[in-house]
């Protein structure tokens, strides 16, 4: 069954960069720019990972979280970091723009 990542950017490149890297790798991948996009992708299917990126401040970044938490409980959560993370109740945490890095750690946490 393929794995269903929701990727939340406010960053159109790194949005969409991100969305073709990850279809690319086999997974069934929905992206969204804010807070409304978010709701509504969550309220139609069930994801495997909520990506929150780093281009997301993080009021807004807690903000999703929780609503992440709320409509789609299954759902563990990746938060992009620059220095320190802003969601610290998220099961993971990259401090690494780098693609390659974001491709490694989602196969890590989907694929085992």
Same mark, same amino acid.
């Given at each position: 069954?393929?794995?269903?990542?929701?990727?939340?950017?406010?960053?159109?490149?790194?949005?969409?960069?991100?969305?073709?890297?990850?279809?690319?790798?086999?997974?069934?991948? %929905?992206?969204?720019?804010?807070? /409304? *996009? #978010?709701?509504? @992708?969550?309220?139609?299917?069930?994801?495997?990972?909520? &990506? =929150?990126?780093?281009? %997301?401040?993080?009021?807004?970044? /807690? *903000? #999703?979280?929780? @609503?992440?938490?709320?409509?789609?409980?299954?759902?563990? &959560? =990746?938060?992009?970091?620059?220095?320190?993370?802003?969601?610290?109740?998220?099961?993971?945490?990259?401090?690494?723009?780098?693609?390659?890095?974001?491709?490694?750690?989602?196969?890590?946490?989907?694929?085992?």
């Amino acid at each position: 069954m393929t794995k269903k990542i929701l990727s939340i950017s406010d960053n159109d490149a790194l949005r969409v960069t991100r969305h073709m890297m990850l279809q690319n790798r086999g997974f069934d991948v %929905v992206s969204a720019a804010n807070l /409304r *996009e #978010m709701r509504k @992708a969550l309220k139609s299917a069930n994801f495997d990972l909520v &990506i =929150l990126g780093v281009s %997301v401040d993080g009021d807004a970044k /807690r *903000e #999703m979280a929780s @609503a992440a938490r709320k409509l789609c409980d299954r759902a563990q &959560i =990746l938060e992009l970091c620059r220095i320190s993370a802003e969601v610290p109740d998220a099961e993971h945490h990259l401090f690494s723009p780098e693609p390659e890095d974001i491709d490694r750690t989602v196969g890590k946490i989907l694929r085992g």
